[in-house]
C-alpha cells in the first residue's frame, strides 16, 4: 500500500518510486524491513499527515471512496480507524465497514445493528472494539439511494458524538454519495486499486469533485503492499 496526500490521484512517479527504493535498501542493510512494516508505517503516515497536521480547518471526519466498487475501502478504513485509536485518546469511529473486518480488537465483536435512525445514540448501536474505537453502522437507504440532506444529517450526528470519523463512502466514480458526502466531510480520500483502477477514471473522478468543492486530501493506493511490484524490491 502506498500514500499520496495532498496530491493528483495517480500511480506513483519515479521520484517518488526513487525514494521508496533508497528507503528499502537502508533498511534491508540494516537488517530492520518487511512487508508488513512499511505498510503500517504507510497507514500510520497517512494518519498522521492527515490528521495531526496543522491544516485549517482542522480534519476530523474524512470519507475514503473508491474510483470503482471492485476496490476494497472498508479494509482501508479499518486500518485507518486501528491506526488513529492508537495515536488519540479521542474517541474514533468507523463508519460503513463490518466487525469481521476488525482485527485484533480488545474486545468480543458484537453484531451491530443495520442502520440508525437519528432517534437513538449511535454509540447504543455500534460495536465498541477498543477502548476508544467504534465501528458504526451506514444509514439505512430504504430501498433507494439517501439524498444529500440525509447523508449531510447523519454525518451530522457522527461528528457530533466522534471526534474523528472515518467514513467508507460509495465509489466516487459510479454514485453520487461520496461527493455529497466529501461537501459535507473535512476532506475525501481517493482509494486506487494498483489492479482495476485506470489513470484517465482516477483523473475524471477527482475533476468532478473538484467541481463540487470537495477537499480532497489525497490518495491510497491498494491492492498491492507496495507502489512497485515486489519483484522489483527483491532485487534492491
Known amino acids: 500500500m502506498s500514500v499520496s496526500l495532498l496530491g493528483s490521484p495517480g500511480l506513483a512517479g519515479a521520484t517518488e518510486l526513487e525514494g521508496v527504493r533508497a528507503e528499502v535498501r537502508s533498511r534491508r542493510q540494516a537488517g530492520v524491513w518487511s512487508p508488513e512494516t512499511f505498510a503500517r508505517e504507510q497507514i500510520r503516515g497517512l494518519v498522521q499527515q492527515v490528521f495531526f497536521s496543522n491544516a485549517v480547518p482542522p480534519v476530523r471526519q474524512v470519507v475514503f471512496s473508491a474510483v470503482e466498487s471492485e476496490t476494497d475501502v472498508r479494509t482501508v478504513c479499518r486500518q485507518v480507524g486501528e491506526a488513529l485509536a492508537l495515536e488519540t485518546p479521542g474517541s474514533v ?31 447504543t448501536i455500534a460495536t465498541r472494539v477498543r477502548a476508544n474505537l467504534w465501528l458504526v ?23 457530533s458524538e466522534f471526534e474523528y470519523s472515518i467514513v467508507a463512502g460509495a465509489p466516487a466514480g459510479e454514485a453520487n454519495e461520496a461527493a455529497a458526502m466529501a461537501q459535507f466531510a473535512d476532506g475525501i480520500i481517493l482509494v486506487l486499486s494498483a489492479r482495476n483502477t485506470r489513470r484517465v477514471a482516477a483523473r475524471r473522478v477527482k475533476e468532478t469533485l473538484e467541481t463540487t468543492r470537495a477537499r480532497i486530501l489525497g490518495t491510497v493506493l491498494s491492492d498491492r503492499m507496495f507502489p512497485v511490484p515486489e519483484a522489483i524490491y527483491r532485487r534492491l
Do not use: F, I, M
Open 137 to 159: 453502522p451506514t444509514q439505512g437507504k430504504n430501498g433507494g439511494s439517501p439524498t444529500a440532506a440525509a447523508l449531510h444529517s447523519y454525518l451530522s450526528e457522527v461528528r
Open 93 to 123: 469511529a468507523v463508519v460503513g465497514a463490518y466487525p469481521q473486518l476488525l482485527q485484533n480488537a480488545e474486545t468480543h465483536c458484537e453484531p451491530v445493528a443495520e442502520t440508525g435512525d437519528g432517534s437513538t445514540p449511535l454509540r
